[in-house]
């Protein structure tokens, strides 16, 4: 006993051998250490809780609280009761006011994804690589009107029936599934439910290439449970503390100021070369901040061609210019509002005043030649608007003399140049105006102004929504002389 207490007091220790029990609670510690460190541990436990406790356990969790029965001694069900379908004598019982919210939401979604499943949108020359989830679309929807609707109202203060009842929302989910830019011309900021789409559709953008502002942080809070994190990028907080919270996290979306954004990408504090959607908000502020060198910086650092959302309350040459630069592919105008100024946003419109048939035909060779040598991307399409369809046929004929004229099953006629490019030419009458789909022609002719001004608005209004700038061009007469004044005040006013 005295040589084992010399031995210890030397500073040797006694060691014991551990047990496979010991070991095996070890492990598991550092096991479970792991996973709540791991980032997407929060948002998966949250998710399971909320379904704990509203009962809809997955069949993975419910298996284990279930057992055979005499009704399904196999446990194929997983516990679930089968719903029998009620017979016809015996009607329904009356829905409460939660539940008829509730389906009359499911019936707006519905009709949505089938206005979105319509047409296919214009085509494409770049990549979709997006299958258009519209599950997780519509489950990220649900998430955001459900926390509205906890709130009693939207964060501007706002409450709407359903987020699916948003016709720009529908719209713009067509566009993204084409692969087309948006440019928006209501000239305002966007509202809340416009956000919501647009996050709604950049996170099954962002869970698809996974598996392969104030208002906006709040919109995409409820989808923190989804795992979409957000961060906000802004001048007034240090930098040193944005740099350290972009190294401890890696957001879904990003909301910046062009200046502080491209002060991170200096520091490679993040790396944005992989953006799947950039959203430009109200160009006439960044105009009025001399920011527009910076967003064509930000565009230049972002590698691939990404979905580009434009919201414009500017419809000058500078935006053209910018848009014609920083948009590559096809492109999609859409507006919320019934203004005519914002539904006519990028149109040019061109009265001529011409007496005789032949100086008509004269000026349109004239458009057409100016269209061929302009080198901004010619539109494949233009409309020609008569009262008489023999006024085509002379302007057909004049053409023959200068271009190579083909016929097409799918248009009046093909104008072919010498550097080959093709012009496809419609006609169509003023009583059948309002059958034509206007929005795929960039130019359209009025060889006849029609008899009332609410055509000329309404031909005004749709054309061009495929392009980015569009033309209209008026022939006036002495005939057209009770047009004159509503005429100018359209012209004044848009």
């Not at 012009?423 to 359209?444: H, I, N, P, Q």
Request: aromatic residues 6%; glycine residues 6%; hydrophobic residues 35%.
């Amino acid at each position: 006993r005295c040589a084992l207490g010399s031995i210890l007091g030397g500073g040797a220790s006694l060691v014991m051998a551990k047990g496979d029990d010991a070991v095996r609670r070890r492990k598991n510690k550092t096991g479970r250490k792991r996973m709540r460190n791991k980032e997407s541990a929060v948002p998966a436990r949250v998710a399971a809780k909320r379904r704990r406790k509203t009962g809809n356990r997955r069949i993975c969790e419910g298996m284990c609280f279930s057992l055979p029965t005499p009704d399904d001694p196999f446990n194929d069900r997983h516990g679930m009761e089968t719903k029998q379908k009620p017979s016809n004598s015996v009607s329904p019982p009356p829905l409460s006011a939660t539940e008829e919210s509730k389906n009359q939401r499911c019936d707006v979604a519905v009709r949505a994804e089938q206005r979105a499943s319509e047409g296919g949108g214009v085509g494409s020359d770049c990549d979709s690589d997006y299958g258009w989830s519209t599950k997780f679309i519509m489950l990220c929807l649900n998430a955001i009107d459900d926390a509205w609707k906890d709130r009693q109202a939207a964060p501007d203060g706002s409450l709407d029936v359903s987020l699916f009842a948003c016709h720009w929302g529908v719209d713009f989910w067509k566009c993204c599934s084409s692969g087309s830019h948006i440019i928006d011309t209501s000239g305002s900021c966007p509202t809340t439910e416009q956000v919501a789409w647009l996050v709604s559709t950049a996170s099954d953008i962002i869970t698809r290439k996974e598996m392969q502002g104030h208002v906006v942080r709040s919109v995409c809070k409820p989808l923190k449970a989804l795992g979409i994190h957000t961060a906000s990028l802004h001048p007034d907080a240090p930098l040193d503390r944005q740099v350290q919270g972009l190294r401890s996290c890696e957001p879904e979306f990003l909301v910046s100021t062009p200046e502080r954004l491209l002060e991170l990408v200096s520091l490679k504090a993040i790396d944005i070369s992989g953006v799947s959607l950039l959203v430009l908000d109200v160009f006439n502020t960044f105009l009025d901040l001399g920011f527009v060198d910076k967003l064509n910086s930000v565009r230049e650092t972002i590698s691939g061609n990404p979905q580009v959302v434009l919201f414009s309350d500017c419809y000058s040459e500078v935006f053209t210019s910018f848009a014609q630069h920083i948009l590559s592919g096809p492109v999609t105008r859409l507006c919320q509002s019934d203004v005519i100024t914002c539904q006519s946003a990028f149109i040019s419109q061109l009265v001529h005043f011409h007496t005789t048939q032949e100086e008509k035909v004269a000026k349109i060779k004239q458009i057409i030649t100016g269209i061929f040598s302009s080198e901004v991307p010619i539109p494949d399409k233009i409309l020609l608007i008569s009262r008489t369809a023999n006024k085509f046929q002379m302007l057909r004929s004049s053409l023959e003399e200068s271009y190579e004229i083909s016929k097409d099953s799918s248009c009046a006629f093909s104008i072919i140049s010498d550097s080959r490019k093709a012009l496809r030419v419609f006609a169509t009458d003023c009583k059948s105006l309002y059958e034509e789909d206007l929005e795929e022609f960039g130019t359209t002719i009025f060889m006849d102004l029609p008899t009332s001004i609410e055509d000329y608005v309404h031909v005004l209004s749709m054309m061009a929504r495929h392009s980015i700038t569009g033309a209209l061009h008026s022939f006036f007469c002495k005939g057209d002389a009770a047009l004159a004044q509503p005429l100018v005040e359209v012209l004044m006013q848009c």
